[in-house]
């Protein structure tokens, strides 16, 4: 087991009209807020005028900014921090999913420095304080309601960056399964497979005596395969969204990963996808992690073997039966969600796999990405041919 | 799935050497630490010297209390307030296991108020702020290193009170499992128990869709049950040290009953039997908690079956056949550990039988214990009728 430090300080309100507890833990931060969101939806499902409701009854002044986009924009968060600063404003709440959140982290960071906020994610600055985050969490998956990162697109750079810092960890989060209820079934298909895959990108790290948390990665690993075509079928079942919402911040706040680090490889490999093809993050992940199994099962076979006894019960002698049987009950999983298998399923043909395997990996000579098996830039080449097609 | 609010917010600082960053988290609270401890073992196995080392390399000013007792005692609380007060300290530290870490709580809640601690213990005055407490920790079980909870003994009124209160809960900890190396065998095995109790205490609920928690705390357990032998046979062993101290963390943290509470029934009929007759709470409770499964198997199955299948990988379709083996693997885990699992072999008699039951659950009529079979002082009486000898 690594050292590790650990902690997970947002004060999470998980369940039904949770939206009434917003104005008094606001209060706690400030008089004045500004109510940042995306679109219309959180309108239309009634989230947004329960948060104000709250908020007007605890006598909360209210800035709004809305018009966030997926991929959220600099220019936005500029418009922000200006709201901010010349309001004297002391806390931001995101209504939203993590596009939202991030939007509001940037502006977080960004009201309290007097330079460009841009510095921060182009790394020639960093953030000495923020400004307070709350969220009202209406997307499950991104995991950006508990966690330190911020991801923002400089449209006129045409660079996406991210940042970690501890300033940004929201203060509290408000999380209630029935306003996921209205989300389109693709929606939710691409975010079961996101936090399936912030799991397993957990899950495939060849740290030793880490069983503690292999075992608690499997177990929600297992729950998650249940519930989420579940949550597809039963829009509006409660505790079945509840199952998948509160699956969502668990697969990413940290705690599963205690003491082991994670791969990340196929997240990198599937960023590039949506880079140039423009498709959903979870779309793609369906597609790569299955093909990153085939190819990792040759070089170091031995936790995906562990993996298919334990969360798929698959009960044989032999390591390439339970390799194969792993394999095509993940690609099932991702069948019964609804996405597509293979990238001739969605138009992708090899055209730019090496062009995308070189932007994931680095060019420097020797550069790898992951680490359960570190890939070249040929391994990756290899397992976007994997995914190409049904072999 | 219940509503709830969760937050983990103490800095765990886990892994070999950690006590050699004491000093610079100390500083973020005080330039002055009282430093809270107990008999002499964490001089001997030298974790104190690396502590005292890394404040002093911080220029931090060190006051020192010892002495801390199992069952901490209220006088030696009041001596520590009266240290805190007269030295205007800021922060203090317990080195140790949870006594140590209840007495410092106390001591923190107490040096902010102007009245007698006691009042907080007997509910009479509420605390409005505490002094930060931080730990370092070297016995893994209680689970007072993330907590809110203190627990206190009042030898002149006879009575051991406990607070639960947010400003208490620790603002880091130190864990490292190489601290751990020399404690008796007997006591890594009792509290092996505890932590598998904290666990089973969550599990066994009748909240309804909780199966994102229950399939963690189901691998929590497995994982706990092969490692907690090993860590009694292999004591310098680090990375099965390891494994037991995080999930000693772990199952007591509240990560792990998110949405569902707990039954508590185990502990509290536990309680009696030590304040009786001075046993470890570990060693009690590998005694009643296989009598409570006998009991409740016959009144409430369902989750006794789910845990027998999942947990112990019975496979069978008669519920009966499950529920023994189920009982009996437990049993077998506990003798494992060294532990007696009948209450004749630690010369017990069912003399107190019927006291310790009226005053686990209380005298008034229909006063129950529990949640997931409310029980009577009946049941309780028979509980430890089933616990007293091998059938």
């Excluded at 596009?99 to 977080?108: G, L």
């Amino acid at each position: 087991m690594n050292n590790f430090t650990f902690s997970a300080p947002t004060k999470m309100i998980f369940g039904k009209d949770t939206e009434k507890f917003v104005g008094s833990e606001a209060l706690k931060y400030s008089k004045k807020v500004l109510v940042h969101f995306g679109g219309g939806s959180v309108k239309k499902i009634g989230v947004y005028d329960k948060v104000i409701k709250s908020l007007k009854e605890n006598n909360i002044e209210i800035f709004e900014l809305g018009g966030v986009k997926p991929n959220p924009r600099l220019s936005l968060v500029y418009e922000g921090i200006d709201i901010v600063k010349k309001n004297d404003i002391g806390l931001i709440i995101a209504v939203g999913g993590g596009s939202v959140i991030d939007s509001a982290k940037a502006i977080a960071v960004g009201a309290k420095y007097d330079g460009d906020v841009w510095d921060f994610y182009e790394y020639t600055a960093s953030p000495k304080s923020a400004l307070p985050v709350a969220t009202v969490l209406t997307i499950p998956a991104a995991g950006s309601e508990s966690s330190n990162s911020s991801v923002i697109t400089n449209w006129d750079k045409k660079l996406k960056r991210g940042i970690s810092n501890d300033f940004i960890i929201p203060v509290f989060s408000i999380l209630n399964p029935e306003s996921t209820y209205s989300l389109p079934p693709y929606q939710i298909a691409c975010g079961a497979a996101d936090i399936l895959a912030h799991m397993m990108e957990r899950y495939f790290v060849n740290t030793k005596s880490v069983d503690i948390t292999d075992r608690m990665i499997e177990g929600a690993i297992r729950s998650h395969l249940e519930f989420a075509p579940k949550a597809i079928k039963n829009p509006t079942d409660y505790d079945i969204r509840a199952e998948v919402m509160w699956t969502g911040t668990i697969a990413h706040n940290g705690f599963l990963d205690t003491g082991r680090g994670g791969d990340w490889a196929s997240h990198g490999i599937e960023h590039e996808l949506s880079a140039i093809y423009d498709i959903a993050h979870g779309a793609g992940l369906a597609i790569v992690f299955p093909a990153w199994f085939e190819f990792c099962a040759k070089k170091n076979p031995s936790k995906i073997v562990q993996f298919g006894r334990r969360v798929f019960d698959i009960d044989s002698t032999d390591e390439q039966t339970i390799i194969s049987l792993t394999i095509s009950k993940l690609r099932d999983f991702f069948k019964e969600l609804g996405l597509a298998l293979y990238l001739d399923e969605i138009d992708i043909d090899e055209t730019n796999f090496k062009i995308m395997a070189e932007k994931a990996v680095g060019k420097k000579n020797g550069s790898t990405i992951g680490s359960y098996v570190p890939l070249s830039v040929s391994d990756v080449v290899e397992i976007y041919g994997i995914a190409s097609k049904r072999s």
